[in-house]
């Protein structure tokens, strides 16, 4: 029996060979498509999920109740991490966290790493497998180091790197370290990657900070006891936060503000290791979203939905050439459970096929989609058995549905209208126009989000940031040299070369440099009987000229005033925050003992990400702080020119290190690297979509026509002309269309708007985006129909009744 109904499915899938060929394409695509986002929403979502101990592992934060509203911080004083174990029951273990890169030294060579400067019980909270070296307590003393086996493989090749010594620029000296452990490469997604681990009393800001509370520079990560709970643990800190923080609460009561639910100005919070990844604190609270990653899982099934509907109406389509055949079996004694079972079985020969030829065109594409998405997702995910399961539960209950509907449906027909040749479908009708519905309001959608995506993309691309970023090259000053000497040995070295306008330099780049790095630096003092909050940015001279900020009042740092080394100049924030009329007559506290003058007011530009709104800035002259990135303003007229100088200058004052330029726009582009992915995301999915519903529509119009063929015979002999009988066939298409547009327009707005909300400076919503993707929508349908209609509508009407 089965023999036979296989040997009849293909035999009839041979017979309409072409129908079969495009289900066959378009699930495949489908299934291709949908497998390559699945796995990388999953890679995703197994972000720090494979710790041994993950459920107990937490980062610390502090909610502050201020009187702008709910602040939140995450670095940690020096002291918090022994007095929080000591003092707060419930913690195992606990370390600091740091993240900084480390120039290191051996023999010749000279390598700067991703370093992390953690406590010695880092590796035993944290499940990073160690390939070599001590495994129980690799960092055994502060003289002892852990490094990757990238890091291992840079320095050493193939020698073996345990108990190797090398040097570690700290604090301008070059300091021994012996290497300890190598850890294996991890193929897991992690927010702990690192090249390198040292020991955290060996930082520069350790012995200066090992008493203040108030330097807060670093993370620190927990480990619960069992049976502990977050909020348990966390209520049971409101003494520590009291004790330790008191005069920060005072000055918030002070100020105004108001206690939470609890009563508390300040709360210890505990942000499981799992969500790191999707937690955001920009607004207050820890919020934790994994929106993008759902959005992408909502791409990969409505494309699969689409090329299932397609199956479903292309099947019905082709039912009314089989209806004869339908009614001899069922003359001949054949049940409707037999009919089901020959027709479900053809359709899971198809999708068999199908997803067959999906998968191999995944592995084929994996290498684009990689490198297209900046993902290290690979089929190794796909491969837990809760994902092969739900994979067979998934692909068994879609080709049970989307096969067994057509089946049922053909299955049901009676036996002398089978014979007559006629399928009365409208029930059929109904639904096949609500999947049209569905499937156009679909691609709208997908097309709206394009357009709002792309928008706010070269929105932020195009924004004046308030500085020059097209002339202006930076890159981190990584070498063994005092920072402050590099600075003056690359003015020497380009002091005579007509391209290049202005050279300065900075603790903090601008936007994301090539190096990966982005930081802020805030502090906070008193002025005049309240707190202010500001960030810092150690600067060197001619900072403003060089990155064409516009002075509004006061003047810049000069070089031959050497007062000027105890003065500040800020931002227009950063003159509203203090609130003066003229704010060149403010003083800054830097420490109890010092006030700096106000000597400038720069305007406000965007020294952060392009989504966030422009916080309070203050410039220091701070020689006691390094300057990590290097400026130079180079002539627009011979830009290549002068990289090729600028580079040459660094080689020869820092021969071996690293150069990583870049221009500040291309910075900024990095900065946005996200959304750019998410618009490259959509706009392939919504190309996708709108193929798989183009042949879902030509099903339809295949349909229609057949339907209607002496209709459109009688129209033409009583005198119709091919552009009204065109009409006739295409205005329930563009009316499903247009229904699809009413209805999906209102939703992209709406979820395009609350997408929006989440940048400070942002496109305006028009109108007219989602007018071009409901035409461009009608423009699909219109080609994709319009060929088979008007081939119908020419047809000789002789041809058209002698088939009737």
């Not at 020294?607 to 410039?619: H, R, W």
Request: charge should be neutral; glycine fraction near 6%.
């Amino acid at each position: 029996m089965f023999k036979n109904y296989l040997k009849i499915a293909w035999r009839n899938l041979w017979k309409n060979r072409l129908f079969t060929s495009i289900n066959i394409v378009g699930l495949s695509v489908a299934f291709a498509v949908a497998t390559l986002l699945v796995m990388d929403s999953l890679n995703e979502l197994s972000y720090d999920s494979f710790h041994e101990n993950g459920d107990q592992l937490y980062k610390t934060y502090i909610t502050w109740q201020t009187p702008k509203g709910t602040e939140i911080g995450t670095s940690m004083p020096t002291p918090f991490s022994e007095a929080l174990k000591s003092e707060v029951p419930g913690v195992q273990k606990i370390t600091q966290f740091l993240e900084e890169n480390a120039l290191l030294f051996y023999k010749e060579k000279e390598i700067n790493l991703d370093a992390v400067w953690v406590a010695s019980d880092f590796f035993s909270m944290f499940t990073l497998p160690i390939l070599q070296g001590n495994k129980t307590n690799p960092l055994q003393d502060l003289s002892s180091v852990v490094i990757s086996e990238a890091a291992a493989s840079k320095l050493f090749g193939d020698e073996n790197p345990i108990d190797k010594v090398v040097n570690i620029l700290i604090n301008g000296k070059q300091e021994p370290f012996t290497i300890r452990a190598v850890t294996k490469e991890n193929t897991n997604e992690s927010s702990l990657e690192f090249e390198i681990a040292i020991p955290f009393e060996k930082n520069a800001s350790y012995v200066p900070t090992k008493e203040r509370w108030g330097a807060q520079y670093h993370d620190v990560l927990v480990q619960l006891e069992k049976g502990v709970s977050a909020k348990a643990f966390e209520k049971n800190s409101n003494a520590f936060t009291n004790l330790h923080y008191k005069n920060s609460i005072e000055k918030l009561k002070r100020d105004g503000a108001l206690p939470d639910a609890n009563g508390q100005f300040l709360q210890l919070g505990l942000l499981p290791i799992k969500e790191i990844h999707f937690t955001s604190f920009n607004t207050g609270v820890a919020e934790t979203s994994r929106t993008s990653v759902y959005l992408v899982l909502g791409v990969a099934f409505l494309i699969l939905f689409i090329a299932c509907v397609n199956f479903i109406n292309m099947s019905i389509a082709k039912s009314s050439q089989r209806l004869r055949e339908i009614g001899m079996r069922k003359t001949l004694g054949a049940e409707k459970r037999q009919l089901f079972f020959q027709f479900w079985g053809e359709s899971l020969l198809v999708f068999t096929v199908s997803i067959g030829l999906g998968i191999l065109l995944s592995i084929l594409l994996l290498d684009n989609f990689q490198a297209l998405f900046r993902t290290s997702a690979s089929f190794e995910v796909l491969l837990s058995s809760k994902v092969l399961v739900g994979a067979i539960v998934l692909i068994f209950s879609i080709t049970l549905v989307v096969g067994g509907y057509p089946a049922l449906l053909l299955s049901r027909l009676g036996t002398i209208q089978s014979l007559k040749g006629k399928l009365e479908t409208s029930g059929g009708n109904r639904l096949r126009d609500a999947l049209i519905v569905v499937q156009f309001g679909i691609a709208i959608l997908l097309i709206s989000g394009t357009l709002v995506l792309w928008g706010q993309v070269e929105f932020m691309r195009n924004k004046d940031l308030g500085y020059d970023k097209e002339q202006v090259f930076s890159f981190p000053i990584n070498g063994k040299k005092n920072s402050y000497d590099a600075i003056k040995l690359l003015r020497q070295e380009l002091s005579g070369n007509p391209d290049v306008l202005g050279i300065s330099a900075s603790d903090i780049n601008l936007g994301r440099g090539r190096d990966g790095s982005q930081y802020t630096s805030v502090w906070g003092f008193d002025y005049k009987g309240k707190s202010v909050n500001t960030n810092a940015l150690v600067v060197d001279y001619d900072y403003i000229e060089t990155l064409g900020l516009e002075l509004l009042q006061g003047r810049n740092f000069e070089i031959n005033r050497k007062t000027d080394a105890q003065a500040v100049v800020i931002n227009e924030s950063m003159a509203k925050e203090l609130g003066e009329k003229n704010p060149l007559e403010a003083k800054i506290a830097i420490n109890d003992t010092l006030a700096y003058p106000v000597i400038g007011v720069v305007k406000d530009y965007n020294f952060q990400d392009v989504s966030k709104a422009i916080e309070p800035l203050t410039f220091l002259l701070d020689r006691t702080e390094g300057l990590n990135y290097a400026f130079v303003k180079v002539n627009p007229v011979n830009i290549a020119n002068s990289v090729e100088s600028i580079e040459a200058a660094y080689k020869k004052i820092e021969p071996n290190a690293t150069f990583l330029g870049s221009f500040l726009d291309e910075n900024v582009d990095r900065t946005f690297r996200r959304e750019k992915t998410m618009a490259t995301l959509i706009t392939t999915g919504s190309i996708i979509a709108i193929i798989l519903s183009c042949i879902g529509l030509f099903a339809m119009s295949l349909l229609i026509v057949a339907q209607r063929t002496k209709e459109i015979g009688i129209r033409k002999v009583i005198g119709a002309s091919v552009s009204s009988i065109t009409y006739i066939l295409t205005k329930d298409f563009l009316r499903l269309v247009f229904i699809a547009f009413i209805i999906a327009s209102p939703i992209a707005w709406w979820l395009g708007k609350e997408w929006l909300q989440n940048y400070a400076y942002h496109m305006n919503l028009n109108w007219s985006l989602f007018v071009i993707s409901g035409a461009t929508a009608v423009l699909i349908a219109l080609l994709t129909i319009g060929t088979k209609t008007i081939r119908a509508a020419m047809q000789n009407p002789i041809d058209s009744l002698r088939d009737e």
